[in-house]
Each structure stands twice: as structure tokens, then as C-alpha cells.
């Protein structure tokens, strides 16, 4: 069985970096295409950032130009490094594999402050 398990929250202040991981263990050789998603309190969950096999990547309009996904296919870690934060990234990050039904992990909370 595939899981997902992503680190790397935490408190940070606005302007500032954190680099999130999503690393997969279990029966699984090729990662595959990784989606990013994130929740902001009371509101519903939306898509940030995705990376495919080979490293090619898609970004939400409002994280482009800030945020960077890449993967090492190795370590079976993908990665989102999330820079000049704002206060509005403040979110559970999560990532999945394989859609709304795939596997998700269980989310790593990053809170920006102004």
C-alpha cells in the first residue's frame, strides 16, 4: 500500500521560505504525476502545484513566480519550495496522487504571519 507523507510546515513570517516534502513509501516504483493542494480555515481546498514524471510543472496564478515544485525520483520525494510567503498561504498543505480518489497525504500546516 502507497502512502504520502509531507513535512515541513511551520510558523513563518511573511516574506519569508519554507520547502515542503511529500515522500512516498510503500509498493510504488514510479511516483508519477504529484499534485499540491492546500486549505485555508473555513474555506474549501484548491489546487497549487502539480510536477509529472519527468519534471514538467503547472502552478496556481497565485502562487506563480513564488512557489517551485520539483522532485527527486530517487527518493521518491517531491518537494514545493515556497518563497516571498504571504500571509494568505497560510494553509494545510497536502499532496495526492491519482485525483480526488487517489492518495492523499495527511497534511502539513504552514502559517504565515504578517
Known amino acids: 500500500q502507497v502512502q504520502l507523507v509531507e513535512s515541513g510546515g511551520d510558523l513563518v513570517q511573511a516574506g519569508g521560505s519554507l520547502r515542503l516534502s511529500c515522500a512516498a513509501s510503500?509498493?510504488?516504483?514510479?511516483?508519477?504525476?504529484i499534485d499540491w493542494y492546500r486549505q485555508a480555515p473555513g474555506k474549501r481546498q484548491t489546487f497549487v502545484a502539480s510536477?509529472?514524471?519527468?519534471?514538467?510543472?503547472r502552478y496556481a496564478d497565485s502562487v506563480k513566480g513564488r512557489f517551485t515544485a520539483s522532485r527527486d525520483n530517487a527518493k521518491r520525494t517531491v518537494y514545493l519550495q515556497m518563497n516571498s510567503l504571504k500571509p494568505e498561504d497560510t494553509a494545510v498543505y497536502s499532496c495526492?496522487?491519482?485525483?480526488?480518489?487517489?492518495?492523499w497525504g495527511q497534511g502539513t500546516q504552514v502559517t504565515v504571519s504578517s
Open positions: 510503500g509498493s510504488i516504483i514510479n511516483l508519477g504525476t
Open positions: 495526492n496522487k491519482g485525483g480526488p480518489f487517489g492518495i
Open positions: 510536477i509529472t514524471a519527468d519534471g514538467n510543472t
